[in-house]
C-alpha cells in the first residue's frame, strides 16, 4: 500500500520460454506417453481395431477381391498401416478437447513454458504411440503372410512415411479439438471427416474398381498418395499393367516425394491454424 | 520444426523501466474491460494490491471474478485498460508475469494418469527449476497439503478435496510472488479448509501476495487484508473486512411478518430502531443488529408485539455475502454462471477479435 514498499523483483525474464521449446515438448510428450503405461487397455483398444480390419480384409473381403499379380495381403497391409495412423490421430484433437475441458490447458497457458509445447507434446506422442502400433501391425501382418519385399532400407523408410502422414493428420485433428472443445463431440467429428477419407482411396481396393465418378477424387485423395507411396517402398517390381491397375505407374521416388510434399503441406497449413486455435482457446 | 512465432511478447526497456519507477503494487489494474460476445464481464475494473497481502475479491457466480483472474494470469486479453503483475505488464511482459505467478483455477487442473508426485515434478519442469530445489520443493509441498502417503498413488484413486489440494500444490511448486486462487476452497471438507487457510497465512508470511476469489464472506472475512465487491463486471466497494461489514450494520436480525397486510406497521414500528429491510413478498424482514444483537432483539419484540404484529422465525445472525449485496446493491448475490457468460460468447469471438496473444 505505501509507496515505499519495494517486492523483490525477479532479474527480467532470465531466459525466454522460446529457449526451452525442447525441453518443454519433452516433458509434455512424457506426459502424454505415460497415459498408455499407465492405462494399458488404451493401447490395447487401439490395436484391436487395426487388427479387426486386417482380419476383415484378408479373410472376409479380401477373397472377393482380386488384383491379378499381387497378393491382396501385400497390397492391403500399406492401405492398414495407414488407416491406423489416420484413426490413432484423430485421438490428437479429442485428448486436446480433454485438457481444455478439465482446465488443463489452462493451467499449461498460466506456466512460462514454451507455449508450442503443449500441441508439440501431443502430436509427438501421438506420433511414438502411432510407430508403436504400427510395428504391431506389421508383426500381425507377417502372421497372415504379408511381407516387405524391398529390403529393411525401403521397409523403414515406408513406416518412417506412415508416420509423418499420422503426425500431419494430428495437426488437422488438434485443430478439430480446439474448436470443437468438447470431447464427445471432437470423437464424433473426427470419424465424420475420416472414414469417408479413408475408404474413398486406394488403402483397401484399387481405384481402377471404384465408380467414374469418384475415380478423380480417390486419386487426389492424400491417403491414396501416401498409401501408394508406401506400396511402392514395400511391394516390389510390378508388370507394367499390374502397376497400373493398382495405381503404382512410376517411380517409387515420385511417389515418395509426392506423399512428402502432401506431408509438408498439410503441416505448413494446419500448424499454423492449430497454433492460431490453441491461442484463442480461452 | 522450425520455432513457430507463438509469443511475439517481448522484455522492453518500457517494462523494466516502469518496474524499476513502480510504485510497490503487486497488481495493479486499471479500467479492465471484458466481452464475451454481447455479454459484458468486466465493466471497468481499478485494482491496487499491495505486496504480501491478500487480497479478497467478493462476488457471486457471474459478477467478473474468474475473467478478472484470466486476465491477471495472462489466459486472457483485455478489451481496455491495462493491468500489472509483479511489475510484469499482462500483455507486453506475459512471459516474464507467468515465471512470477501461480493459478489455481476453478477445476482440479491435474492430469488423472500422473501420480501426484509426478503431477508436481510436470509442473516444476514447466517452470523450469532446478532438479533438486523443486524436489524439495515437492517434497515440501505433499507434506503440507497431507499428501505424501498418496504421492505415489495416480490421481484417479484421489478424492476430490485429494485433487483440488494437489492443484494448490501444483500452483505453488514455481514459488511464486503472486498467487492466484479462483475459489480455492470450493468442493473442500471443512477441515481442508482450514488447512488451506493456513498455508495462504503462511504464504503471506513469507511474502506472497495472494488474490482470491470467493463467494463466501467468511472467508474473505478471515484471510483477506482487503476485499473487493464485484457485482456485474464492477467494483462496487472495496475496503477491508470491517469498513465492509459496517455497510451492513454486523449481526442481522431477522424475521417474518406472519400477516402481509401487518408489513406497513412493522414498517412504521421498526423504523425507529434502524433502516428495516421487507421484503413485501414473502414478509421477511431484516434489520441490522450492530453490535448489540440481543437488546435490539428485546426491543423489536417489545414493540411489534405492543402493535400486535405477529412474527415467526426470528433470529439473529451473522451478515453473508447476501447481505452485503443487499446493503450494497439492493439485489441478491446472483446471476449468469460466468462460464455460461463465456460460452455463450466464445463464437463471437471466435468470429470477431478473440483473445488472440499479441
Known amino acids: 500500500m505505501s509507496a515505499t514498499a519495494v517486492t523483490t523483483r525477479r532479474p527480467a525474464a532470465p531466459r525466454r520460454a522460446r529457449s526451452y521449446v525442447v525441453s518443454d515438448t519433452l516433458a509434455m510428450t512424457w506426459r502424454n506417453l505415460l497415459k498408455y503405461r499407465r492405462v494399458p487397455t488404451l493401447l490395447v483398444f487401439s490395436t484391436i481395431q487395426p487388427v ?39 485421438q490428437t484433437g479429442v485428448a486436446l478437447a480433454e485438457d481444455l475441458t478439465r482446465g488443463m490447458i489452462d493451467r499449461f497457458r498460466s506456466l512460462p513454458m514454451a507455449r508450442s509445447a503443449v500441441l508439440g507434446g501431443r502430436t509427438i506422442g501421438d506420433s511414438v504411440r502411432n510407430l508403436f ?58 470419424f465424420i471427416w475420416i472414414f469417408p477419407l479413408v475408404f474413398a482411396s486406394s488403402a483397401f481396393v484399387p481405384i481402377a474398381t471404384m465408380p467414374g465418378w469418384l475415380q478423380p477424387i480417390a486419386k487426389v485423395n492424400p491417403i491414396t498418395i501416401t498409401v501408394n507411396a508406401v506400396r511402392s517402398l514395400t511391394l516390389g517390381q510390378l508388370p507394367a499393367p499390374v502397376a ?38 480461452v | 520444426m522450425a520455432q513457430p512465432p507463438f509469443d511475439a511478447t517481448t522484455e522492453t526497456q518500457a517494462a523494466s523501466a516502469r518496474r524499476a519507477a513502480g510504485d510497490g503494487a503487486a497488481i495493479l489494474a486499471e479500467g479492465l474491460e471484458k466481452s464475451f460476445g454481447k455479454v459484458r464481464a468486466l465493466d471497468g475494473i481499478d485494482l ?12 457471486p457466480n457471474g459478477a467478473g471474478k474468474t475473467t478478472a483472474v484470466r486476465i491477471l494470469t495472462t489466459l486472457l486479453q483485455p478489451d481496455a485498460g491495462r493491468a500489472e503483475v ?50 524439495r520443493c515437492i517434497d515440501d509441498l505433499l507434506e503440507r497439503f497431507e499428501l505424501t502417503a498418496a504421492a505415489h498413488r495416480t490421481v484417479k484413486t484421489y478424492s476430490g478435496g485429494m485433487r483440488r489440494r494437489l492443484d494448490l500444490g501444483a500452483s505453488l511448486v514455481g514459488r511464486p510472488e503472486v498467487l492466484f486462487l479462483d475459489e480455492p476452497t470450493t468442493g473442500l471438507d ?100 450492530g453490535e448489540d444483537g440481543s437488546t435490539l432483539l428485546l426491543e423489536v419484540v417489545r414493540r411489534l408485539d405492543t402493535a400486535g404484529v405477529k412474527i415467526t422465525d426470528l433470529a439473529l ?19 449468469q454462471s460466468e462460464e455460461e457468460a463465456e460460452l455463450a460468447g466464445v463464437g463471437a469471438a471466435r468470429d470477431g477479435h478473440g483473445g488472440e496473444q499479441t
Open chain 2, 86 to 135: 509483479a511489475g510484469y505488464d499482462v500483455i507486453r511482459d506475459a512471459e516474464a508475469l507467468r515465471a512470477a505467478i501461480g493459478l489455481a483455477g476453478q477445476f482440479a487442473a491435474v492430469d488423472e494418469v500422473l501420480t501426484g508426485r509426478e503431477n508436481l515434478e510436470l509442473v516444476g519442469r514447466l517452470y523450469h527449476l532446478p532438479g533438486e530445489e523443486v524436489r
Open chain 2, 317 to 335: 445472525r451473522r451478515p453473508t455475502l447476501d447481505d452485503v449485496f443487499l446493503a450494497l446493491t439492493g439485489h441478491a448475490a446472483e446471476g
Open chain 2, 48 to 59: 491496487r494490491v499491495a505486496p504480501a497481502t491478500v487480497f479478497g475479491l467478493l462476488g
Open chain 1, 52 to 90: 479387426m480390419f486386417v482380419l476383415l480384409f484378408a479373410f472376409v473381403f479380401g477373397g472377393a477381391i482380386v488384383i491379378p499379380g499381387v497378393d491382396y495381403k501385400n497390397y492391403l497391409m500399406p492401405g492398414i498401416f495407414v488407416q491406423t495412423v489416420v484413426f490413432g490421430a484423430s
Open chain 2, 190 to 289: 471443512p477441515r481442508s479448509r482450514l488447512g488451506l487457510w493456513d498455508v495462504i497465512k503462511e504464504l503471506v508470511s513469507e511474502g506472497t501476495t495472494v488474490l482470491l476469489t470467493t463467494q463466501y464472506l467468511e472467508e474473505a472475512d478471515v484471510l483477506a487484508d482487503r476485499i473487493a465487491v464485484i457485482d456485474g463486471g464492477r467494483i462496487i466497494a472495496e475496503g477491508t473486512s470491517d469498513e465492509l461489514k459496517a455497510h451492513v450494520g454486523g449481526e442481522l436480525l431477522e424475521f417474518r411478518v406472519a400477516d402481509r397486510d401487518q408489513i406497513p406497521v412493522a414498517a412504521g414500528e421498526l423504523v425507529a430502531l434502524g433502516s428495516p429491510q421487507i421484503d413485501n413478498a414473502t414478509g421477511r424482514a431484516a434489520l441490522p443488529a
Open chain 1, 244 to 281: 497400373k491397375f493398382v495405381g503404382l505407374q512410376g517411380s517409387t521416388f515420385t511417389h515418395v516425394w509426392q506423399a512428402l510434399a502432401w506431408i509438408a503441406g498439410l503441416l505448413l497449413v494446419f500448424v499454423p491454424l492449430a497454433i492460431r486455435g490453441y491461442r484463442r482457446a
Open chain 1, 133 to 190: 502400433v504400427v510395428l504391431l501391425m506389421t508383426a500381425v501382418g507377417y502372421a497372415i503372410g504379408f511381407r516387405f519385399q524391398n529390403g529393411f532400407a525401403n521397409a523403414v523408410l515406408a513406416i518412417l512415411i506412415t508416420v509423418a502422414f499420422g503426425f500431419a493428420f494430428s495437426w488437422i485433428s488438434a485443430n478439430i479439438g480446439l474448436r470443437i472443445r468438447d470431447v464427445e463431440s471432437a470423437q464424433a467429428a473426427s
